[in-house]
Nanobody, 112 residues
Framework: QVQLVESGGGLVQPGGSLRLSCVGS????????MAWVRQAPGKELEWVST????????SYEDSVKGRFTISRDNAKNTMYLQMNNLTPEDTAVYYC?????RGPGTQVTVSS
C-alpha cells in the first residue's frame, strides 16, 4: 500500500524557518518525482515545488523561490522542504504528493 506521511509543521513567527519531511512507503521512492503542494484557508490547492527522480533537479513556484529548498534522501525514502523567511502568506496545510496521491498533510502557521 502506497503511503505518504508528512511531518515538521508548526507555528512560527514571520521570518522564521521550518523543515518539513515526507516519508514514502509502498513504492520504489527513488524512481518517482515528488512534490510539495499546499492549501491555504479558503483557497485552492497550490503547487509549491517538485524534485525529480533521476537528476534530483528541482522547480519552484515563484513566490517561494529563494526561500524554500526541496531535497530528498532516497536511502531514507524521505523528501524535505526547508522553508526560510516565512511570511503569513505561507500559512497553509502542506502536503507531499506522488502523482495524484497526497499524504494527510502538516499544518504550517506563520503568525506573530
Amino acid at each position: 500500500q502506497v503511503q505518504l506521511v508528512e511531518s515538521g509543521g508548526g507555528l512560527v513567527q514571520p521570518g522564521g524557518s521550518l523543515r518539513l519531511s515526507c516519508v514514502g512507503s509502498g513504492f520504489v521512492f527513488e524512481n518517482y518525482a515528488m512534490a510539495w503542494v499546499r492549501q491555504a484557508p479558503g483557497k485552492e490547492l497550490e503547487w509549491v515545488s517538485t524534485i525529480y527522480s533521476a537528476s534530483g533537479s528541482a522547480s519552484y513556484e515563484d513566490s517561494v523561490k529563494g526561500r524554500f529548498t526541496i531535497s530528498r534522501d532516497n536511502a531514507k525514502n524521505t523528501m524535505y522542504l526547508q522553508m526560510n523567511n516565512l511570511t503569513p502568506e505561507d500559512t497553509a496545510v502542506y502536503y507531499c504528493r506522488k502523482g495524484t496521491l497526497r499524504g494527510p498533510g502538516t499544518q504550517v502557521t506563520v503568525s506573530s
